[in-house]
């Protein structure tokens, strides 16, 4: 049984702006969250010595988080949840970054990512700087950061979704600021 698109939420904007934060809270409440893809992929390539590391070989790096992004969606889509599921990045969120890097975005990307419907919603953290932190896998200045904010929320507006920006409160209000605009 396929998966009620309706109920598959996109959290996105910059590195450490709280989107892993929130998706924690989320799983506090039962509710269905999917891990970022860049971050499961950075830990790999460095424990693997890859050289699929963003610092290292971007494109690469987008490849990879390309598709895996896919195949989490596929999985997804395929599994029946009646409560929302909300995904840390969506497919998007590497065209985004692409674009950002100036990396080429091969049209079968485009169509793919065409191919993964999501709600129409999407839920964009703005650059914290308060909050914002650097570790073994977030390697950013908060300068990029706030530039990876303005390209996610430039592609997702440019391929017709509705932005909606979270606003900077606690982590508990946040949830419910979110669960407020789907649960509705």
Same mark, same amino acid.
Request: overall charge neutral; aromatic content about 4%; glycine content about 20%.
């Given at each position: 049984m396929k998966q009620d698109i309706s109920k598959l939420? +996109? +959290?996105t904007g910059g590195p450490?702006?709280?989107k892993t934060t929130l998706l924690d809270e989320f799983n506090k409440y039962g509710l269905t969250t999917v891990p970022e893809e860049?971050?499961?992929i950075i830990k790999e390539q460095i &424990? !693997?010595?890859g050289e699929g590391l963003p610092w290292q070989n971007k494109e690469l790096f987008a490849s990879l988080m390309f598709? &895996? !992004?896919v195949k989490t969606y596929l999985e997804i889509n395929q599994s029946s949840h009646l409560k929302p599921v909300f995904f840390d990045r969506g497919i998007w969120d590497t065209l985004g970054y692409m674009?950002? &890097?100036n990396i080429p975005v091969p049209e079968l990307m485009t169509t793919r990512a065409r191919e993964m419907v999501y709600n129409n919603n999407v839920f964009i953290l703005p650059p914290w700087k308060e909050i914002y932190e650097n570790d073994p896998e977030r390697?950013?200045?908060i300068e990029k950061a706030t530039l990876t904010f303005e390209c996610m929320k430039e592609i997702y507006q440019e391929y017709g979704f509705n932005i909606i920006e979270v606003p900077k409160v606690t982590v508990e209000k946040r949830a419910r600021f979110i669960l407020d605009r789907v649960l509705m």
């Open positions: 939420y +996109i +959290i450490g702006a709280g860049g971050r499961r &424990e !693997s010595g598709d &895996e !992004s674009r950002l &890097e390697k950013q200045t």
